[in-house]
């Protein structure tokens, strides 16, 4: 029963990006233990997935694009300074640099449009994998299963409405 309570830290652990040396000093088992349980269990498979996943992928693009925001505003706000001083040079130079980021933020925009397009998932899809899940619950744990059936039904109403 232990090595599952160790097995158990040790996957949040490897999801959350430890090594599997910090994960075994922490866990207190053998480095060896922690990679004969990644290849057994296919975490290293999970956790590509949840750190490529789309939604992590557009978290990191909206992180680029509000630095980049915030970026063009602290130009802007120096090219009115440079307005106020009459300084034509400084004016041209930065709007150089406002044009170089609004082109930026307008490529990654369009990045951030087409990852969004190509990961929509079908509601047919999301309805499938939920009744799977679902009849997995029922074989595993008929009595869990049965508890579950008004919330199964909201949730499917919820996800339908969605769409």
């Given at each position: 029963?232990?090595?599952?309570?160790?097995?158990?830290?040790?996957?949040?652990?490897?999801?959350?990006?430890?090594?599997?040396?910090?994960?075994?000093?922490?866990?207190?088992?053998?480095?060896?233990?922690?990679?004969?349980?990644?290849?057994?269990?296919?975490?290293?498979?999970?956790?590509?997935?949840?750190?490529?996943?789309?939604?992590?992928?557009?978290?990191?693009?909206?992180?680029?694009?509000?630095?980049?925001?915030?970026?063009?505003?602290?130009?802007?706000?120096?090219?009115?300074?440079?307005k106020e001083d009459?300084?034509?040079?400084?004016?041209?130079?930065?709007?150089?640099?406002?044009?170089?980021?609004?082109?930026?933020?307008?490529?990654?925009?369009?990045?951030?449009?087409?990852?969004?397009?190509?990961?929509?998932?079908?509601?047919?899809?999301?309805?499938?994998?939920?009744?799977?899940?679902?009849?997995?619950?029922?074989?595993?744990d008929q009595k869990?299963?049965l508890k579950t059936?008004?919330?199964?039904?909201?949730?499917?109403?919820?996800?339908?409405?969605?769409?």
């Amino acid at each position: 029963m232990a090595k599952d309570s160790e097995r158990r830290t040790a996957k949040i652990l490897f999801l959350d990006g430890k090594t599997q040396k910090e994960i075994a000093s922490i866990v207190n088992v053998q480095e060896k233990t922690i990679g004969d349980w990644v290849k057994k269990f296919g975490w290293k498979t999970e956790r590509e997935a949840r750190f490529g996943s789309s939604k992590k992928q557009i978290e990191n693009i909206r992180s680029i694009i509000s630095a980049m925001a915030e970026d063009r505003f602290c130009i802007h706000n120096r090219i009115q300074k440079a307005k106020e001083d009459g300084n034509a040079i400084d004016i041209k130079s930065l709007q150089k640099e406002a044009a170089v980021i609004d082109d930026g933020v307008s490529k990654w925009n369009k990045t951030l449009e087409n990852l969004d397009k190509e990961n929509k998932i079908s509601l047919a899809t999301k309805i499938q994998v939920l009744e799977n899940i679902f009849l997995e619950l029922q074989n595993y744990d008929q009595k869990i299963f049965l508890k579950t059936l008004d919330f199964q039904e909201h949730y499917l109403t919820k996800i339908a409405s969605t769409y």
